[in-house]
């Protein structure tokens, strides 16, 4: 996957949506990711709103980890959430990934496992 570059003009045109000037966006030719700096009782978190630079829908996990690793760190966690229908808006393909603060762990885990032959 190719670096991410930040992308000025378009950083300075979604200030104007958020006003509170913790975001910038990036980009790599195949995808554009917005990052939103925020708080929440448990720390300095990042939410991620990752889409194709197309619009089609990502069908790789890999390629979303890959980018939340290149962007917050290969030792941050980072969720993703099916709001409820009410809340939904899909306009783009986009989707959202709260990484959360550093050294923040979850009350659950995926527990790696070792497949035997």
Known sequence: MKD???QKEW???LKGYYPDGGMKVLANGEY???IHKSSCRWGESIRLAIKRSDRLPIHSWADIQEIKNKIAGIDRVAIEIYPRNEDVTD????YHLWVLPI????PYQLIPYKCST
């Not at 306009?91 to 986009?94: A, H, L, Q, R, V």
């Not at 050294?103 to 979850?106: A, G, H, Q, S």
């Open 11 to 13: 950083t300075q045109k």
């Open 32 to 34: 554009i990711v917005e």
């Open 4 to 6: 991410f570059v930040e």
């Open 91 to 94: 306009t783009s393909n986009m």
């Open 103 to 106: 050294d923040f762990e979850l």
